[in-house]
């Protein structure tokens, strides 16, 4: 595997599930970030780690809850969530935070459909 | 006033044309500049990559950074249908709690 991967590629939830998104980075990246892209908006930051602490939550609801257990992956739990939240969910990576190390590269997403 | 504006399209051209992207900004610390390419069902993936002002070329795809004007162009020349995705622009500041703002992004069709 290279560059970043992301699992599952689709997922379908009901309201009451419990599901997680995970994310893995194979550039030896320092920094991870999930984002979440709807139709028609604008790619909207949720949260920024950076070896493994967490630097910025977006304003983002409980409902959505990030957990990095090392610098290479990047978990997204998800509960109760609602119809609005159904969006492709993309993770990214970068050397660093700022400067010219932040570059982000980006996996391939996850679709998310909440019913 | 948005951050950075974008025009969504689409935008459709014939093989072979020479395409112009273009993305608007208004907040002048921004330094570093990027055109991602999105195909559909896919992640964005880096195409261009440009700190501060000046002309960038890879191949058939030139970026410019008008900081001045807050204005950034992607150019693609000699279009291919492969082309067809969207066209996402990029930037943020120097610093490390600088966030990555991005554009709608622009559909592009390239028509054989």
């Known amino acids: 595997e290279t560059g970043v991967t992301q699992t599952p590629r689709h997922l379908v939830m009901g309201m009451t599930n419990k599901k997680s998104l995970k994310c893995e980075q194979h550039?030896?990246?320092?920094?991870m970030y999930w984002y979440k892209q709807s139709a028609k908006k604008p790619l909207e930051l949720m949260f920024v780690?950076?070896?493994?602490?967490?630097?910025e939550n977006n304003s983002v609801p409980s409902r959505f809850s990030p957990e990095c257990p090392n610098s290479s992956h990047l978990f997204l739990h998800l509960h109760t969530l609602q119809p609005e939240d159904s969006a492709l969910y993309l993770c990214?990576?970068?050397?660093?935070?700022?400067?010219?190390?932040?570059?982000?590269?980006f996996g391939p997403g996850t679709r998310l459909t909440v019913l | 006033q948005k951050e950075v504006e974008q025009d969504p399209g689409p935008l459709s051209v014939p093989e072979g044309a020479i395409v112009s992207l273009n993305c608007t900004y208004s907040?002048?610390?921004?330094?570093?500049f990027m055109w991602y390419r999105q195909y559909s069902r896919k992640g964005p993936e880096l195409l261009m990559y440009?700190?501060?002002?000046g002309n960038k070329e890879d191949g058939r795809f030139t970026a410019q950074v008008d900081k001045s004007s807050k204005y950034i162009s992607l150019f693609i020349r000699d279009s291919q249908p492969s082309d067809s995705a969207t066209y996402l622009c990029?930037?943020?500041?120097?610093?490390?709690?600088?966030?990555?703002?991005f554009g709608k992004g622009t559909k592009l069709t390239v028509n054989p």
């Open positions: 990214a990576s970068s050397q660093a935070i700022g400067g010219a190390g932040g570059t982000q590269y």
């Open positions: 780690y950076s070896l493994e602490e967490r630097v």
């Open positions: 550039l030896g990246h320092n920094a």
């Open positions: 990029a930037m943020r500041g120097q610093g490390g709690s600088e966030k990555l703002v």
């Open positions: 907040n002048s610390a921004f330094q570093y």
């Open positions: 440009t700190y501060s002002s």
